[in-house]
Structures are given as structure tokens and as C-alpha cells.
């Protein structure tokens, strides 16, 4: 097995030698160009290149070398001969090449070590040159400070990171040690109040060039860095190598704090590491030391400040709905920077904040307790080692929000707005189920609404005080609850009240009998009931200032009755008349109809009369009137109605089918005059003749007498016997012959009598 592997070794250097740079065929300017005889068996970041008409390898050999970083660059003067180095060679520290001019060594390795730090030989220097770019500048700039060797014609980015490293070179001028970090507070000693100011500088021993643009981070115990308001901040040192910051304590009271900061170094110097083994004179190799990490801490105390606190009281004007608690608070400086927030409970009272800083703060409600709303800022006083109370509530603008109720009255029927209903509110302040605080009244307008504003969320109880005029009362005793922001609506009706409007139809005549079968049209004085109105039939009557309401007839009795809502005016007007009748152009009108009004109308009705003339005359001188002859008057059935018949005497015999009418006897002229009802037939009887004379036991009638009948049809002559001794039968029998019957109209005038109320 040994030999196996002492086999394989001999076969890793020999492929290791034959690697190394051979000689070219003609000659080539030095300088970057494209590898003839293969790159370095280890290459790690670099290219292929000419020196010296020699093909070679400017870069980087590694990874995996036993130097601080794993890699590093061939030490020996350029074109010197030897195998490129492998880590097979097992490399252990030694010294530089016989020659090499280490006068910039510090200075250089630093450089080297900072690159390392930057993170350029893994990923290049962002934006300007790639990671074997920076190898090869790297392996340049070593030949041209150790050996004085020229720097070739470069492309663009191999230029620009040697560039880069002879300015790292530069910075540091004659280092001579590793760089050192300090922190100090402002001011000197280890004490501050409340707050201060901390310096950090870089410097670096033997360089007269400070350490600008180099990055340190710094944490606190017991403080926050202003510049973030954290424990933490990142500075970078500016062009003296110097950076600072501001802390605040986190204490107000005496404590302690703690500030560190903590940056990465580059070393100076370079070391060299040779082979040991297998191939002795392969490439010896320099490299830079890794950087150091570099931790300072400054222990400070602080005095403190004299300090109070602020606590909230928060009171409302609805607590027994609207509880106090979960109101925020916040707490600004005169900064505007928060420093605490209070939150009530359910007494209203906050938390305690923490201790201030005498002086004066802002007080500002975040958020406000549910159903308040937000109090204005308040300008807060801190006082020394006293507890400062502020008390938000109303007083200070901080009122619940208010509600309202609104009330819609209606008519029940027609849904129409009502006018002039009264209610009551009361309110249960303490959410007992008593209203125990009186509102007020509202009244409704014309357009049925009334309301309360300005209302504490709670329970309250509605009542209707009054209805309106003319409507029953609802009852209504409601409970509603008002939120605040809202306006509760409701909508209440209530039934109107109803009167009855009765008329009665009589003879004019004979103010005790009753006219059935007379029609009339009802009609509604303005300002008109809320019913909707109703097409009136085609005959009806059209008045100003009336609405038809509806027609009715007259019953047996004479009586028409209608029901009708309270609080209006009402009118009746004849449409038609009975037979015998005349119709009543007048219009029968009330005043305004209430529950305590008298509602009757009488409505006398005129009959159509015609006069009958009887005339009782000597049957042998036809000019010689009989006086004191009575006579009965009969009528014919049927009885003419709205007339009653007078009380029939025993001594007096009506004919079968009529029905007395009146008795009367001729006047000195022999005349009987009677005023009838038209449309019926007549008929007279002589009931006791005068002295000297026969009775006449005839019945004399007429025909259907109307007002449209003629004068001679209107007249009964009726002759009168003597009662003489001796004379011929003839002349009584010629006496008794009745004249010829003759009809004549004759038109009653009308009497109109004004309507009266019962």
C-alpha cells in the first residue's frame, strides 16, 4: 500500500513539472494573453500571460494552501523557473526569496488582507472588475513593489483592479502595526444624565493616512442610538477615520449602560510559505494574514433626570350605557415623538405611564371609548416626583355621541300624515327599566313629523300625550333605544273618530209624517276629509268648495243617516223627490260635525198640491149658491204619502177603497175649497144638507188630478133640491143631475222653509 502511494505522488509532481512555464517558440510582449503551455495546475483566480517571451500565470494559486486564507501568490522573481505550486507539497511557513525587496511589505500585505476583508478575491470589486481580474492585478502590483518588475499594457478591468489595490496600498501609507479601534464618550469620563455622544476612531500605527469609509457596528445595553431609535446602528468612518453617535438611556432614572463596538481588520505584512516536500524548488508562495476582529466596549452610568407621570381619568356623561374603558391615549414630547400610551379601564382610569422627564407633553385620544367621541389635544405638565391627573370628559369636549328619535304619525285608513298628535318621551338614565328623566314633548306638523335630538344612547319610553282632533287615542307606550350617531325612525297611526250625520225627510205641511224613496248627494265642505275621493254619478251636482262624498235614499221613516269622520263640515243636496213631490233645490249644510256636536239634519219636503173647488148651488137657479151644506172629502187609495188621514168619525160611511180626507161646509157663496195632494182621485159626499133642502146621498168624483190638469177638471158642481110640497117628481130629479165635472190646474206656490237642526 505504501508504495502504491509513494507511486501516485511521484505521478502528481511529475505532471506538476511538465506544468511548468516553457519557453516560446518566438518572442512576445509581456502582458495578459492566452495560455500556450496550460494554466497553473492550481489556479484559482487569475489568466494566462506572457513575461518575458515566457508563457506564465498571474493570479492566485489555491484554494486549499496551509496559508491564513488558502491561497497565495508566487513569491519568486518573475521568469525565475520552477514548478507552480501544489498543495501536495505540503507548504510550512518560511521565509521570502533571497532578493525580494519587503520594504512595502507591511503596506502591501495590508492591502492584500483588506481585499480579503472587502470580499474581493471571492466576488471582484462590484461594477469595476471581475475576481480574476483582481488575481491578476494582485500578482502584478506584488512583482512590481517586491521586484521592481514594470507593469505591462492592461485591458480596461485588470487595470482598473490593479488601480484599486495600489490605492489600498496608498491609504496606509507605512503601516506599521495592526490598525486600532477606540471608543470614547463626548466630553470625557463615564457619566451622562440621560443621553451622549460616543467617537469611534480607526488608526493605524506608523500611517500618517487615516482609515476612512470603514464600517462599525455598535450595540447598547440600557440605550437606543437616536440616529434609529434601536439598540443597534452601523457607522461608517468618515475621511479622518473617525465616526460618531448619539444614545439615549432608556432609563430616566439612574442605571447603567453599555456601548460596543465591534469592526473587522486588516493586517499588515506578508508571510511566505514554502514546500517541504516531493518537488523542493516548486514555487515558494506570499500571502496575506487574515483580518481580525476588533471588539471595544465603553461601561457608562447615568444620573437621571428629575421625573413625574401622567395617568388618565376619563368620565363620561353616559356611563351607565356607554362604559369608560379602552380609551387610548397617547403621549408625544415636544418632539412629536410618542413616549407612552394609556389605556382606561373600566372606572375610566388609565394606566400610570412611565417616568418623564419634567415638562411639558401632548396629550391626544387615539381611539376614544365606544360611543364618545374624541376629546381635543391636551397640553399636559409633568411635575417632579408627582403624579399628574388629567381628567377628559365632557367638560373638555369628550361627549358621547348623540342620537335622535323621529316620529311619523299617520291616518290608520288612508296612511295619510297627521297633524297635531302630541307625545311624551322620559328616559332611563339608570338602564333599570324606569324612565326616570323627563325629554319633552313633540307635536306633529303637517307633514305628520316630530322629533327629539340631541339624545344620550339609552332606553327610552314613547307615549302619545294627546291624538290629534277628531282621532281616538292609540294607547302607544313604547320602548325604544337610541344609539348614538343614529336617528331611530317610527311610524305610529291612529283611527279616526266617526259622528253620524242623520237627517229626517217630512211634510212640509204636516211637520209629523215621514217621506220615504227621497234621494240625496252627500257632500264635504273644504277643507275635505283625507278619504280619497270618489267619482260622483253623472246627475250629481258640482259646488265650489264641496266634494261628492256619496247618495243615499230615504227609508220608511223618512230617516237617511251616514257615517262620517269628526271634524268636518257636510251638505246634503235632493236629487230626486217622491211622486206628488217637489224636488228641494236648497243645499242643507252643518258646521263642523265632533264627537259633542248635534249631527241631525231635518229636511221638510213640499208637496205638489192642486185646489179642488166644490161649488153647492140650487138646482133650480144654477146662480144661487147653497151655504151650510158639509161635506166629506174621500180619497182615493192609495193614501197619499207624507200626510196622515184625520180620525174617522163613527157617523160617517167611507166607500170601500178610499179613505177620508176632511169635512167642510159651503161658504155663503155655496163654495167648498180644498188643498190636495196631486196624483190622486177625489170624491165628495154631502153629509148634511141645509134647511130647506134634500141631502143628496151621491157620491161626486174627479179624476187623477195632477198639476198639469185642466181648470174645469178642478171643479165639482154639486145642485141642491128643495124640499117642497107637491111639485112633480120631475124637477127633483132634474135638480139632483150633477154638472158636468171640469179639471183646471192650479199651481200651489212653493214654500221653502230654512234647514233647521233637531
Not at 496600498?169 to 477606540?182: D, N
Not at 457596528?217 to 457607522?235: E, P, Q, R
Not at 324606569?434 to 319610553?461: F, I, K, R
Request: glycine share 10%; net charge negative.
Amino acid at each position: 500500500m505504501r508504495r502504491f502511494a509513494v507511486l501516485a505522488l511521484l505521478i502528481t509532481s511529475t505532471t506538476m513539472t511538465l506544468s511548468a512555464p516553457a519557453l516560446a517558440l518566438a518572442p512576445r510582449a509581456d502582458g495578459i494573453t492566452t495560455c500556450t503551455a496550460g494554466p497553473a495546475p492550481f489556479a484559482w483566480h487569475g489568466t494566462c500571460a506572457t513575461y518575458n517571451g515566457n508563457n506564465t500565470y498571474f493570479g492566485l494559486h489555491g484554494l486549499g494552501f496551509p496559508t491564513p486564507l488558502g491561497f497565495g501568490l508566487c513569491a519568486v522573481r518573475p521568469a525565475s523557473g520552477g514548478s507552480y505550486p501544489a498543495p501536495g507539497y505540503k507548504y510550512a511557513a518560511g521565509s521570502a526569496p533571497a532578493g525580494a525587496n519587503l520594504t512595502r511589505s507591511n503596506a502591501l500585505g495590508w492591502a492584500f488582507s483588506e481585499a480579503q476583508r472587502l470580499g474581493y478575491w471571492q466576488a471582484g470589486v462590484p461594477g469595476v472588475a471581475t475576481a480574476n481580474q483582481v488575481g491578476a492585478g494582485a500578482k502584478l502590483l506584488y512583482d512590481n513593489v517586491v521586484w521592481g518588475t514594470a507593469i505591462p499594457v492592461l485591458d480596461t478591468g485588470t487595470r482598473a483592479a490593479l488601480t484599486t489595490l495600489q490605492n489600498l496600498v496608498t491609504s496606509v501609507g507605512a503601516i506599521s502595526g495592526t490598525p486600532s479601534l477606540s471608543l470614547s464618550l463626548d466630553g470625557g469620563g463615564n457619566s451622562v444624565a440621560t443621553a451622549g455622544v460616543v467617537t469611534l476612531a480607526l488608526s493605524a500605527p506608523g500611517s500618517l493616512l487615516p482609515l476612512a469609509l470603514h464600517s462599525i457596528t455598535l450595540s447598547a445595553k440600557g440605550a437606543t442610538f437616536s440616529a434609529s431609535g434601536l439598540s443597534t446602528l452601523t457607522l461608517i468612518t468618515n475621511g479622518a477615520g473617525v465616526a460618531t453617535a448619539a444614545f439615549n438611556a432608556t432609563s430616566l432614572t439612574a442605571s447603567s449602560i453599555s456601548i460596543t463596538a465591534q469592526t473587522q481588520q486588516a493586517e499588515p505584512g506578508l508571510l511566505f510559505y514554502g514546500p517541504t516536500a516531493i518537488i523542493l524548488n516548486a514555487q515558494i508562495l506570499a500571502t496575506p494574514r487574515a483580518p481580525i476582529s476588533q471588539t471595544r466596549t465603553l461601561f457608562l452610568s447615568t444620573t437621571g433626570l428629575a421625573t413625574g407621570t401622567v395617568q388618565v381619568h376619563k368620565t363620561g356623561d353616559d356611563p351607565t350605557y356607554l362604559p369608560l374603558s379602552d380609551g387610548v391615549f397617547n403621549l408625544y414630547d415636544n418632539n412629536q415623538v410618542l413616549v407612552d400610551t394609556l389605556t382606561t379601564d373600566g372606572n375610566g382610569l388609565s394606566n400610570i405611564s412611565l417616568p418623564l422627564p419634567v415638562g411639558d407633553y401632548l396629550l391626544r385620544e387615539h381611539v376614544a371609548p365606544i360611543g364618545y367621541a374624541s376629546s381635543p389635544d391636551i397640553n399636559v405638565h409633568v411635575a417632579a416626583n408627582a403624579l399628574s391627573t388629567v381628567d377628559v370628559g365632557p367638560a373638555q369636549g369628550d361627549r358621547a355621541l348623540r342620537g335622535g328619535l323621529s316620529i311619523l304619525k299617520r291616518d290608520a285608513p288612508t296612511q295619510q300624515f297627521l297633524a297635531g298628535a302630541s307625545f311624551h318621551l322620559t328616559y332611563d338614565s339608570t338602564h333599570s327599566g324606569v324612565a326616570d328623566v323627563d325629554v319633552g314633548q313633540c307635536v306633529t306638523n303637517s307633514l305628520g313629523h316630530c322629533q327629539w335630538n340631541d339624545l344620550l344612547p339609552g332606553w327610552y319610553e314613547v307615549t302619545e300625550a294627546s291624538p290629534p282632533a277628531n282621532y281616538a287615542p292609540s294607547g302607544l307606550r313604547a320602548w325604544i333605544y337610541v344609539e348614538g350617531g343614529v336617528t331611530y325612525q317610527a311610524q305610529y297611526t291612529n283611527s279616526p273618530l266617526y259622528v253620524t250625520l242623520s237627517a229626517r225627510k217630512f211634510n212640509a205641511l204636516i211637520a209629523g209624517t215621514a217621506i220615504a224613496n227621497a234621494t240625496y248627494d252627500l257632500y264635504a265642505a273644504t277643507p275635505f276629509p283625507p278619504d280619497p275621493a270618489v267619482t260622483p254619478p253623472v246627475d250629481a251636482e258640482s259646488y265650489a268648495g264641496l266634494r261628492f262624498m256619496e247618495r243615499g235614499t230615504t227609508d220608511a221613516q223618512g230617516h237617511l243617516s251616514f257615517s262620517l269622520r269628526a271634524g268636518y263640515a257636510w251638505c246634503l243636496h235632493e236629487v230626486s223627490a217622491p211622486p206628488a213631490y217637489i224636488i228641494d233645490p236648497a243645499l242643507h249644510c252643518t258646521g263642523i260635525l265632533t264627537t259633542t256636536a248635534r249631527s241631525a239634519l231635518a229636511l221638510p219636503e213640499i208637496p205638489s198640491l192642486v185646489q179642488l173647488r166644490i161649488h153647492k148651488f140650487n138646482a133650480v137657479a144654477a146662480n144661487q149658491g147653497v151655504p151650510n151644506a158639509y161635506y166629506a172629502l174621500f180619497v182615493r187609495d192609495p193614501f197619499p204619502s207624507g200626510f196622515a188621514a184625520p180620525p174617522n168619525p163613527s157617523n160617517v160611511l167611507v166607500p170601500e177603497g178610499m179613505t177620508m180626507w176632511a169635512i167642510a161646509k159651503s161658504d155663503v157663496g155655496g163654495h167648498l175649497n180644498f188643498t190636495i195632494p196631486a196624483g190622486h182621485s177625489w170624491c165628495v159626499r154631502e153629509l148634511e144638507a141645509p134647511a130647506d133642502y134634500v141631502l143628496d146621498p151621491g157620491l161626486h168624483c174627479t179624476g187623477i188630478l195632477t198639476h198639469s190638469s185642466r181648470a174645469a177638471d178642478l171643479q165639482l158642481a154639486v145642485p141642491e133640491v128643495l124640499a117642497l110640497t107637491g111639485l112633480s117628481s120631475a124637477l127633483p130629479l132634474a135638480a139632483t143631475l150633477l154638472t158636468a165635472l171640469g179639471l183646471s190646474l192650479m199651481t200651489l206656490a212653493r214654500r221653502r222653509r230654512p234647514v233647521s237642526l233637531d
